[in-house]
């Protein structure tokens, strides 16, 4: 989309045969404006381009039976083998793949140059496997093909690159630290039933910033435990989770 803007921190290219789906997202917001400085890279080819033949056949029945299309090799090697220089990642958008996670997505998001291959139909022919580095996939179940889950890449990537947003809004989000983030407030500050918890209007930093920790750790607690397992936690953390978790009294 548009020519490739000089000096991009992150260049990627997405081979797709829905070019179309890529229109608005890649203009609006956060994203768009990204593109649109110069600081991210976003070219979308259509894989139809490659096709076969005077229809551009990009498909065709699986060997051995079954319901449903595979996609050839030919028009993926085709359209993808250029897009590949030194430093290239090609990544195959595709539910079998390794899960996305944030410590992926900052690993990505200084790449470089990625290929984002967006599968279709009832999957690739198998040998086209072979173009890609890494497998990705955005969770545990299935859709109608890869271009959405290379939106949700673009998006999770496009954020981390430096410039597009300030750096602090994205080291303080969930998973950057192994938590999930605590609750945010904003006025007015009595809304109904419910108001602001005192200590965000104290002023007080450290009070402030404590505070933050804890709510992290419970809700980390309640709604994802299962990262307590990895997250770097300290002495004081452990302390607080005990008290959250009912193992110790809180101190009188």
Do not use: K, N
């Not at 890649?26 to 400085?37: C, D, M, N, Q, W």
């Not at 259509?46 to 990009?58: P, S, T, Y």
């Not at 889950?149 to 954020?159: F, K, N, S």
């Not at 309640?222 to 302390?239: G, H, N, V």
């Amino acid at each position: 989309m548009g020519s490739e803007p000089s000096g991009a921190l992150l260049q990627i290219d997405v081979v797709t045969l829905f070019p179309e789906l890529f229109d608005a997202p890649l203009h609006t917001s956060v994203i768009g404006r990204a593109v649109e400085r110069g600081i991210l890279s976003v070219m979308v080819h259509d894989l139809r381009a490659h096709g076969i033949g005077r229809h551009r056949v990009v498909d065709d029945a699986p060997y051995g039976g079954g319901a449903g299309m595979v996609m050839r090799p030919e028009p993926l090697f085709a359209a993808i083998e250029p897009l590949r220089a030194d430093g290239t990642q090609v990544i195959l958008l595709d539910p079998a793949g390794e899960r996305l996670t944030d410590p992926l997505a900052r690993e990505l998001a200084a790449a470089g140059h990625l290929v984002l291959v967006c599968g279709r139909y009832e999957g690739i022919d198998e040998r086209a496997r072979a173009l890609a580095d890494r497998e990705l996939s955005i969770g545990d179940y299935v859709l109608t093909g890869g271009e959405l889950p290379a939106l949700v890449l673009i998006d999770a990537l496009g954020r981390l690159v430096p410039g597009v947003i300030e750096a602090d809004s994205h080291e303080s989000d969930s998973f950057a630290d192994g938590l999930l983030e605590g609750p945010h407030y904003t006025r007015p500050e009595q809304f109904r039933d419910a108001s602001v918890p005192p200590v965000l209007l104290s002023g007080h930093h450290g009070e402030v910033a404590r505070w933050r920790r804890v709510e992290a750790l419970r809700r980390t607690l309640a709604r994802r435990p299962d990262l307590l397992a990895t997250a770097p936690l300290t002495d004081q953390d452990r302390a607080d989770l005990r008290l959250l978790s009912g193992e110790e009294d809180p101190p009188a």
